[in-house]
């Protein structure tokens, strides 16, 4: 396959059809339709058990719907080879994933060296300093010795290294102290607006999706609540569920 | 390829291959040493070229080894060939026994019983004298009264074979309060010292003299008659009959006051094997009185040292042969499991099931004890290096794959997922995460096989593959204590120190891959 690499101008367009996923008895999602605009930034929110993940990781093939389709600008994801897909997408999970065995530039460089890139390493470099890391001071340090923040903001690197059509963030902020969580929110937004990638967030805090996403979709129970902007959600809440979820997160 | 290896048989068979040394082999008493050094020695001086392989695990080891052809000779009793090797009901007559058993076993295994040497070994139940004289203790049948209240020291082979305990309980029902199985070289000190109250004894062992015991007459003639003689498997038959012939000139030559002596020799006054067989060879007329003794074979002529240390020093070329040995058996078993076991620990990990039931398979080879794993081995295998290699490397799979297997699967598993979900291949995941992060697990699995090995390695001299198990069962059954440490303290030392080297290497990729970095 002779695709060119996606650039980092905006991105690809998601879109999940009636996107159906049972684990045994449990319905993780039922019937879920949704679309993320290219560029856009989607806030997946709900409690736990509500299928954000399971909705979010659909949208890399790590999670294979029982029914429904998935698309990546208009394309089936199950026409597309899955270790392919996955280097075109970023993902960071909640406690970042870092190979423990290698160091901080090698693990940027994942992404662009598994893509043969030749400037894998330039690359990594430029992508620590996107999340504010400079890579003379920690590119050749090991996972273990950063701290907490550091570590999220080496996995948001390594997410971005490749020039993802696709960024997937799982709670990448949600075991972090308030202060470093507000730091790293706060460099997301930053990194927003030079890098507009389609992105879509699953977090349990409403207050964090309300401030990161364009849009926000509510989950309860594997079904499809509501999704809108910020706002709209909050002024004009589609169930009393989401009525309750949004003035609970705006009260804290 | 082909024509070369074509042409190197040609040659070698135009040429005559060199003449096969003769094996000569001996259980591991010292009887059996002196008898069996004695048979090698005769051989020796009629021209032939001779291998000892003393002390071979016991009766089923030995004659094992004899009929798959892997031990040319031995000395042995024709009461145990009837009853622990032909399973045999006992009878009484000597002659008729013999007749029994060399007929049976040519008609069996084509081995051949010699005539016999010239005296009996029967079993000797031995109390010490003051428990005969408080208990009035003269027979058998006195013995069946009191064994209620007494406790045995009983040889392993006497507890289990059907001419031992269990004929015992048979025909007098003895029934001893406590049977404690011991080696044959600590029996006498453990009557003596009080730790058990009866042992087994062999009839010509000279320290039942020397502890003053009495023998408890079989007045019911439970045993067969024990006539000890050369046997001799099928191969030198076939290929040397005239060394079967030399080997004959010992028969009838032995009576029992004459093993008595050499025995009392080894086990009284601690004399080299090779010199009281070469000693005894002379008396006898069988080889000239004057012929030097080879050193190797005779030991140190001069008084031996007295120190532990001079000791050590004087058998230090011993000790590094059989510590290399050692090493030898070893490093290729364990490198055999490894390149084994590794692989299907990591292609275990990728099968939906039936994973766990490969590794459990593997653990049940950890439960056969080494002797007898050792002696399943010899049908096969024969004796010597292979078999004990096999036997090890089977010992070391289990750890191995355990560990392999745990170590891979168990990888944590937010490293892989993440790994996975960036777009590595299933085959990038194992290569460069998964077998990663299990390096440390799997370095401890070949570490503590490593450990247990250089212990096992010790069983393999009882079949005659060396290493420093040799002096241990050589001193045990000489009961030599000296020799049985210097055999002992190496192995532990070397067992400690392949700890003490895997442990580094476990540490460093520890530090190299695993979890432990800082």
């Not at chain 2, 490198?335 to 990591?346: D, E, F, K, R, S």
Request: with cysteine; glycine share 10%.
């Amino acid at each position: 396959m002779s695709t060119p690499r996606p650039r980092i101008d905006g991105g690809a367009a998601l879109r999940a059809v009636e996107v159906s996923k049972r684990y045994g008895a449990v319905v993780a999602l039922d019937r879920v339709t949704i679309d993320v605009a290219a560029g856009e930034c989607l806030a997946l929110i709900g409690e736990s058990g509500s299928g954000k993940t399971t909705l979010l990781r659909s949208f890399n093939r790590m999670v294979e719907p029982d029914a429904g389709t998935v698309l990546i600008d208009d394309q089936p994801l199950r026409s597309l080879d899955p270790v392919a897909l996955r280097r075109r997408v970023g993902y960071v999970l909640q406690d970042g994933g870092l190979l423990p065995h290698w160091r901080v530039r090698r693990n940027v460089a994942l992404v662009p060296w598994l893509l043969r890139e030749p400037d894998a390493e330039a690359r990594a470099d430029e992508a620590l300093r996107l999340v504010g890391l400079d890579p003379t001071q920690f590119g050749d340090r090991w996972p273990r010795g950063l701290s907490g923040g550091q570590r999220q903001r080496v996995a948001l690197a390594r997410a971005l290294a490749g020039a993802p059509a696709v960024l997937l963030l799982d709670e990448p902020f949600g075991a972090l102290d308030a202060i470093t969580r507000a730091e790293l929110q706060d460099t997301f937004v930053g990194l927003r607006s030079s890098v507009a990638v389609t992105t879509v967030l699953v977090t349990h805090d409403v207050r964090e999706a309300g401030a990161l996403g364009d849009r926000m979709a509510v989950l309860r129970r594997g079904r499809l609540e509501q999704v809108g902007p910020p706002a709209m959600l909050r002024d004009a809440p589609a169930t009393p569920y989401v009525a309750a979820l949004l003035a609970r997160g705006w009260s804290r | 390829m082909r024509t070369i290896w074509t042409a190197m048989m040609v040659t070698m068979t135009a040429l005559g291959a060199p003449p096969r040394p003769i094996i000569v082999a001996s259980k591991p008493f010292g009887e059996s040493y002196i008898l069996a050094e004695m048979m090698a020695q005769l051989l020796e001086a009629r021209g032939r070229v001779v291998e000892r392989r003393l002390g071979l695990g016991a009766t089923e080891v030995a004659y094992g080894a004899l009929r798959a052809g892997a031990v040319d000779v031995y000395p042995e009793y024709t009461g145990t060939g009837l009853v622990a090797i032909l399973g045999l009901p006992p009878e009484r007559d000597p002659a008729a026994v013999f007749a029994r058993v060399a007929s049976a076993s040519m008609a069996r295994d084509g081995v051949r019983w010699l005539p016999p040497l010239g005296f009996q070994n029967t079993y000797a139940i031995a109390v010490r004298r003051p428990t005969a004289d408080s208990l009035h203790l003269a027979t058998l049948s006195d013995l069946s009264r009191v064994a209620p209240s007494l406790r045995a020291g009983l040889t392993a082979d006497f507890i289990g074979r059907p001419d031992g305990l269990p004929g015992l309980a048979r025909t007098y029902g003895i029934r001893f309060r406590a049977v404690r199985a011991l080696l044959p070289a600590v029996k006498y000190q453990a009557l003596a010292a009080g730790a058990v109250d009866v042992i087994d004894g062999y009839s010509t062992d000279g320290l039942i003299a020397r502890y003053d015991l009495v023998v408890l007459r079989d007045d019911r003639s439970f045993y067969p008659p024990y006539q000890a003689a050369a046997v001799v498997g099928p191969s030198l038959q076939r290929e040397d009959p005239e060394a079967v012939l030399v080997l004959t000139e010992l028969s009838g030559r032995i009576d029992v006051g004459t093993m008595r002596r050499l025995n009392r020799r080894l086990e009284v006054d601690g004399a080299p094997v090779a010199s009281i067989a070469h000693d005894a060879l002379a008396s006898l007329g069988l080889t000239a009185a004057a012929a030097p003794l080879d050193d190797a074979h005779a030991g140190p002529a001069a008084p031996p040292p007295t120190s532990f240390v001079a000791y050590l020093g004087a058998r230090r070329p011993a000790i590094l042969a059989d510590t290399s040995r050692h090493l030898l058996l070893v490093a290729l078993s364990l490198g055999a499991a490894v390149l084994i076991a590794l692989p299907l620990g990591v292609v275990l990990t990728t099968v939906p099931r039936g994973a766990e039931g490969v590794i459990r398979v593997a653990g049940m080879l950890e439960t056969v004890p080494g002797i007898a794993l050792l002696a399943f081995m010899i049908p096969l295998l024969g004796i010597g290096v292979v078999p004990a290699l096999v036997a090890l490397f089977l010992y070391s799979l289990y750890p191995i794959l355990r560990n392999a297997y745990t170590g891979v699967r168990n990888s944590d598993p937010s490293t892989v997922d993440a790994a996975q979900a960036l777009g590595m291949t299933p085959r990038q995941v194992l290569l460069y995460v998964r077998l990663p992060l299990a390096a440390p697990v799997i370095m401890a699995g070949i570490r503590t096989a490593a450990v247990l090995d250089v212990g096992t390695a010790t069983l393999a001299a009882f079949i005659g593959a060396g290493g420093l198990g040799d002096p241990i069962v050589t001193g045990l059954a000489l009961a030599d204590t000296r020799m049985i440490l210097s055999g002992a303290i190496p192995a532990a030392l070397l067992a400690l120190a392949v700890d003490g080297l895997l442990g580094g290497v476990e540490r460093w990729t520890g530090r190299r891959w695993g979890t432990d970095r800082r």
